[in-house]
């Protein structure tokens, strides 16, 4: 079993940074894949990106790639993602991801485990 709580959501203006992060706990944090997705109301979740168990590998969805940085904390069992220049288009609720199949990189349809959200608003 894996628990992940999220944390660092919050309104910001078009333009603006937001660093969200993840605390997972249950397992040997550096053996798993970790990741984020969102989903925006109305929308299916989609992977926004993904990073390998010890950091070495990480994926980006097309649309945050050279905005968005995930990094991980193997000492710490967190993972962040730092969002630069947010856009209204990336309002959506953001949920951490596991995956204890893999140690490259999260599926595209996301991995076994959950956190419960965090919401992300950019006004425009």
């Known amino acids: 079993q894996v628990q992940l709580v999220e944390s660092g959501g919050g309104l910001v203006q078009a333009g603006g940074s937001l660093r969200l992060s993840c605390a997972a706990s249950?397992?040997?944090?550096?053996?798993?894949?970790m990741g984020w997705f969102r989903q925006a109301p109305g929308k299916e979740r989609e992977f926004v990106a993904s990073?390998?168990?010890?950091?070495?590998?990480?994926a980006y969805a097309d649309s945050v790639k050279g905005r968005f940085t995930i990094v991980r904390d193997n000492a710490e069992n967190t993972i962040s993602l730092q969002m630069f220049n947010l856009k209204p288009e990336d309002t959506a609720v953001y949920y951490c991801t596991a995956d204890t199949r893999s140690t490259t990189r999260i599926p595209d349809n996301g991995g076994d485990y959950w956190g419960q959200g965090t919401q992300v608003t950019v006004s425009s």
């Open positions: 990073i390998s168990r010890i950091g070495t590998y990480t």
């Open positions: 249950g397992r040997t944090f550096s053996s798993y894949a």
